[in-house]
């Protein structure tokens, strides 16, 4: 039998990374010592009172059972807290939160609920993957909004052609940003919700790094007016609380549209591991200073990388939020190449830029997520290297 892949398979985009895996492979055979900081993943363990709060929920015979779709109430009520605790942005937990197997699974699965065949979704490049290949596995096409250093990483609604505005269904936004670390002021937010209301076209902001910052709080999207008339948040557990393999998040804003992607949801999963949520709950009721020994552990890695880099003549933008460093590559060379160079002479892995999409190339991305110890190290090996 011949085993045929569909379509939606063949067509995903190029895997750019085979030369790069293929030196980490052959660096790894020979033992090599690689510092890999290509990772969006958080070394640190998650905090010991939500372990403990999941070994508990994790007895209760109750939560061995399907879960509801949307997410126990209790959860969806400390998402609520959270959010008006944190950003004074008032939800009805009935039904203006929905809970979500990580913020990826809603991400992924949103276009579906909106998107039909030849339908335009607005993405930013560089960006988060899953927002052009959601797109694409729904049938919709991306239009790709370039993220540009001189706009401050924001795409510029103004340049996106009429007939596309008129086309576009949904839009997908990211702050602070992954790969560029970038943070969106009000203005853009505001600028967003006009943008959405003259064209109808459902915002989707992703806010999976609003925790991780180092001087201001970024800003939701949905504290500004009109944002629950046009859109809604991703928001995850992930990065705030060092929690990426229990998969769980949620998304919070407009109702219908939580209705739709919920219809998705209903048909195609059974919802989040009630005793996750039940340890969620706790999570989400975290004391700030936990969050605060995890930020500094970040910001003072980040200073290592950032002088270091910039020593040795990178153009480097120092994030305020978030745990990359978006480094610009030496005039010449490109982001794989570069990648590559530093994987071969240093054995530091990075991400090369234009595996975030088209308009990454030129940069590539580190994660501060390694001690401080090997980040210096990675540092003074980048310091030896010819460039
Ligand atoms: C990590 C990440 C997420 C999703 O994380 P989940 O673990 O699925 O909640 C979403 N968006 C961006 C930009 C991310 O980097």
């Not at 600028?191 to 709080?217: Q, T």
């Not at 769980?248 to 739709?260: P, Q, R, S, T």
Request: charged share 25%; proline share 6%; glycine share 8%.
């Amino acid at each position: 039998m011949q085993i045929q892949y569909a379509e939606r398979i063949r067509t995903l985009p190029p895997y750019l990374f085979a030369a790069i895996d293929q030196m980490k492979r052959e660096a790894l055979q020979k033992g090599a010592d690689l510092i890999d900081l290509s990772i969006g993943d958080p070394d640190i363990p998650t905090p010991k009172h939500i372990v403990e709060a999941m070994k508990k929920a994790v007895e209760k015979a109750e939560h061995h059972r399907y879960p509801s779709y949307e997410g126990m109430l209790s959860y969806r009520e400390a998402v609520a807290r959270w959010y008006k605790r944190r950003f004074n942005v008032d939800l009805n937990p009935e039904n203006e939160v929905l809970s979500l197997i990580g913020s990826k699974e809603g991400i992924g699965h949103i276009p579906l609920a909106f998107i039909d065949p030849g339908e335009i979704v607005l993405v930013p490049s560089p960006g988060y993957p899953v927002y052009p290949v959601g797109t694409k596995f729904a049938g919709g096409i991306p239009y790709f909004m370039p993220l540009r250093e001189e706009n401050n990483f924001l795409p510029e609604l103004k340049a996106i052609p009429e007939d596309i505005c008129k086309k576009a269904k949904l839009m997908f936004i990211n702050y602070p940003n992954n790969p560029t670390s970038a943070e969106a002021p009000k203005e853009f937010f505001q600028e967003v919700i006009e943008f959405a209301k003259k064209y109808n076209i459902i915002i989707c902001h992703d806010a999976a790094y609003s925790e991780i910052y180092y001087e201001e709080k970024p800003i939701s999207f949905l504290e500004f007016e009109g944002a629950k008339e046009v859109g809604i948040e991703f928001h995850s557990l992930s990065k705030t609380y060092n929690m990426t393999g229990w998969r769980i998040g949620y998304a919070v804003g407009n109702k219908e549209i939580l209705v739709g992607l919920g219809k998705v949801k209903t048909n195609l999963d059974s919802g989040v591991f009630q005793a996750i949520q039940e340890a969620s709950i706790v999570a989400l009721d975290t004391e700030d200073n936990i969050l605060r020994e995890i930020r500094d552990i970040y910001r003072q890695r980040r200073d290592i990388l950032y002088e270091g880099l910039k020593a040795k003549g990178f153009e480097v933008k120092k994030s305020n939020a978030t745990f990359y460093l978006w480094v610009k590559v030496p005039r010449g060379t490109n982001s794989i190449d570069f990648a590559g160079k530093l994987l071969k002479e240093a054995e530091v892995l990075c991400t090369p830029g234009v595996g975030f999409g088209e308009y990454g190339e030129g940069y590539i991305r580190f994660a501060l997520t390694q001690s401080k110890d090997r980040i210096k190290e990675a540092v003074d090996r980048i310091g030896r290297i010819r460039l």
